[in-house]
């Protein structure tokens, strides 16, 4: 065990798999002499040299493309997409080819894409993203979004030793704001949901950076006792997870750091409405960014994002109903 | 609130669909006179199909302006039954409706619909819990928003009407007599006097006989302990396939018209006490397992018991299991439910010595649970080898022989 930051959890899971796997590579924009742009990968082209830590031209199709061919050849490519936002240009090729491979071809490809994910710097429109939705209607893909430093070098380990693709959404915002024990070694979390607290009178259920503002935000809430839980996987939902959750509890409130509309939280509500339609004592109240670019604007930008104090007037509002 | 309602200012109450087969109801009694204000969902007048009793609310609020159908009378299913002038009208949502002037008085504007948290709004999961605690929700008090019953709520106040009853407590209070005893005698109730006319008429029509078999319940006694089941349902399954075996006796027979049924559509007699009897029916009984077949027998006498079966749920059967035995009885003679054949009687399992085949095969005597099963049949339709030979099967399968 260490205490380490979000972003030296994951860069501490990713060496560990290259130590450990000479299949595992990295790819992507100045990840080599630069050590990335956020410094995830800083001292790897050191210690693993440039035929594994590749530096590539300013084109995600080019990245994701090449990925999916190593990884068809029998390799294991973790590739790095800047900022979240970019991987637009590398759509096609981790949609419709990377997740439909194995269901034309049979084929696996086992390629990890990092997503450095979300807002709250003043990062603007196109550096500020949540695109986790995107991916999760995309049959053939995973998609999972760490909230914790434990779980970003866990779940990273288990995206890279999983045959399919998959979309790791790891959150600019927490690299340097969160510290935390890291197991060390080798360290692989499953796919699963995590309850970050017990509670019995409402759940919030979130993911990525919104586990931290649900937990700060109820944490004093007029005695009540409120459940948050991490879904850390979005593709693989853990639905079980979710239903004994509102079991339990009765009341919930999803919150999603991305636009509202179709976000992850979405797919959560209408399992819910559903499957746990007799286990419901309220509505079920979404919290998330409207539907809006994120905001250069500093105060703009903290005007959409969901943040602590309307988490904590979501919950109050429905604790009262 | 329908707009056809304040358009025309009068509402029939009409007799509605009691089940999908039924097509005419008898008015049993008028709970509202002429003149008589009621509330929408307030109940106006009690009708009857068959063995079914149901309460027909007041589709509107307003004033009863006419009756259009005495007590006693039967009409077919869509008819009016009565008029109601609406108006003085609270609508759904307790407001008084526009452009109406006061009820005389007009005090009782906002208040509280009657019924299980009728004008509440409740939540899916209070709902379920009332329902699983058989809790009366107009007794919760309501702490959420506007009075609403929270989940909360509901579970303190079965928390709360658990409590005071403590089975270890020695303390049984004394019957307190009822302040208002019925009188004793009296005339008979409408459920006794339709049992009444049905018997009588099964016993003017069928030749009834009645045979009887002693069956070694060993073999079902460690089954039903093993499926946790009672041994009803293991009886069941094996009529069931003695039926399948001798289709003579899943059979209706209406003056000369004789049906054998393929489909086995068993009545269980299900006692209401003093209440009466009645016989819901496990429709499609031959696709059940014994499990299933106990899972819908608990389901039905439950329902039964709580007045809450349908029309179509006690009518239909092809042939009818009753067995008193759960009382100690020891030998019937039941009385075939028309237009059916045979029905078939289980009586009391007891220990008793009885002669077997020892380890050598010579005779010895051992302790057996024992029961007789009893088949009232109709001469007309079948004679007394056949109800043997029905009965043996039955035994052949409660003993665990050859199927």
């Keep these: 065990m260490s205490t380490l930051t979000y972003l030296q959890a994951i860069s501490d899971g990713l060496r560990t798999e290259m130590r450990d796997d000479d ?5 992507g924009q100045d990840v080599g002499a630069f050590g990335g742009a956020f410094k995830v990968t800083d001292g790897f082209l050191d210690e693993f040299g440039a035929n594994r830590v590749m530096d590539t031209p300013l084109a995600e199709s080019g990245i994701v493309g090449t990925a999916v061919g190593a990884a068809v ?56 993203q949540n695109p986790e939705a995107w991916f ?13 430093p434990e779980d970003a070098k866990g779940l990273l380990t288990t995206a890279i030793r999983d045959p399919n693709p998959v979309v790791f959404c790891e959150h600019k915002n927490l690299y340097r704001r969160v510290k935390g024990e890291v197991p060390a070694g080798e360290h692989a979390t499953p796919f699963t949901a995590r309850v970050a607290r017990e509670g019995d009178d409402l759940v919030v259920i979130a993911y990525g950076a919104m586990v931290h503002t649900a937990l700060e935000a ?27 959750a509102v079991h339990r509890c009765s009341k919930v409130v999803v919150v999603d750091e991305a636009n509202q509309t179709c976000a992850a939280g979405a797919q959560v509500a209408a399992l819910i409405a559903q499957r746990a339609f007799e286990d419901l004592d309220g509505p079920v109240v979404r919290v998330a960014t409207p539907d809006v670019p994120i905001p250069f604007s500093p105060p703009l930008e903290q005007a959409v994002l969901p943040d602590v104090e309307r988490v904590r007037e979501a919950c109050r509002e429905l604790l009262a109903y | ?16 669909q009691l089940g999908v087969s039924v097509v005419e109801g008898t008015v049993v009694e008028w709970r509202k006179a002429v003149g008589d204000r009621v509330e929408a969902d307030e109940i106006v007048v009690e009708v009857s199909t068959d063995k079914i009793d149901t309460e027909i609310p007041a589709p509107a609020a307003g004033v009863v302006s006419e009756l259009l ?35 005389s008085g007009g005090d009782d504007a906002g208040a509280e619909a009657t019924g299980n948290g009728a004008g509440r709004r ?17 007794e919760v008090e309501g702490t959420g928003r506007d009075g609403r019953i929270r989940k909360q709520d509901v579970l303190a106040h079965v928390e709360t009407a658990q409590a005071p009853l403590h089975t270890e407590s020695p303390f049984r209070p004394e019957s307190v007599p009822k302040p208002e005893s019925a009188p004793v005698g009296g005339t008979l109730s409408r459920m006794r006097r339709t049992i009444g006319e049905h018997m009588k008429r099964s016993l003017e029509t069928a030749a009834t006989c009645t045979t009887w078999i002693e069956v070694d319940m060993s073999r079902v006694e460690r089954e039903r302990a093993a499926l946790g089941l009672t041994a009803l349902p293991l009886v069941a399954r094996a009529t069931i396939d003695a039926l399948r075996e001798h289709p003579q006796l899943n059979a209706w027979l209406e003056d000369e018209r004789h049906t054998v049924h393929d489909d086995v559509h068993l009545g269980i007699a299900v006692s209401l006490d003093e209440d009466g009897l009645i016989v819901p029916v496990v429709r499609d009984a031959h696709d059940l ?49 028309q237009p059916q054949v045979a029905i078939l009687d289980i009586e009391a399992i007891i220990k008793r010595p009885v002669v077997v085949a020892g380890p050598d095969g010579e005779d010895a005597i051992a302790i057996r649970p024992m029961c007789v099963l009893g088949l009232s049949w109709d001469h007309r339709a079948l004679d007394g080898v056949l109800a043997a030979r029905f009965l043996s099967a039955v035994r052949r399968r409660l003993e665990g022989g050859p199927s």
């Design chain 2, 1 to 16: 609130m329908s707009s056809s309602r304040t358009e025309t200012g009068v509402v029939d109450v009409v007799m509605p």
């Design chain 1, 23 to 27: 299949r595992v590579f990295v790819m």
């Design chain 2, 122 to 138: 409740l939540s899916p999961v209070v709902q379920r819990i009332a329902a699983d605690h058989a809790i009366d929700l107009s």
């Design chain 1, 218 to 244: 109820t944490e004093d809430l007029d005695g009540a006792r409120v459940m948050v839980l991490d879904l850390r996987s979005l593709v693989p939902l853990d639905e079980e997870a979710i239903l004994a």
């Design chain 2, 289 to 337: 397992s014994p499990e299933g077949l106990g899972r819908r027998i608990r389901d039905l006498a439950r329902r039964a018991r709580a007045g809450e079966l349908t029309a179509d749920e006690v009518r239909g059967a092809t042939f009818t299991l009753t067995n008193p035995g759960q009382y100690g009885a020891l030998m019937a003679t039941p009385v075939i439910s």
């Design chain 1, 73 to 128: 050849a029998g390799l294991r490519p973790v590739c790095e997409m800047q900022f979240a936002d970019f991987v637009a240009c590398g759509f096609d090729q981790l949609v419709n080819v990377a997740g439909k491979m194995h269901y034309r071809q049979g084929l696996s490809v086992n390629i990890t894409v990092r997503l450095p994910s979300g807002g709250g710097f003043s990062g603007g429109p196109f550096h500020s």
């Design chain 1, 136 to 148: 999760m209607h995309a049959p053939g893909l995973k998609v999972v979004a760490p909230s914790t």
């Design chain 2, 69 to 103: 159908v005495g007590a006693g009378e039967t009409v077919a299913v869509g008819m009016p039954l009565a008029r109601i002038e609406a108006g003085d009208a609270l609508t759904d949502d307790g407001v008084p409706a526009e452009g109406q002037p006061p009820a």
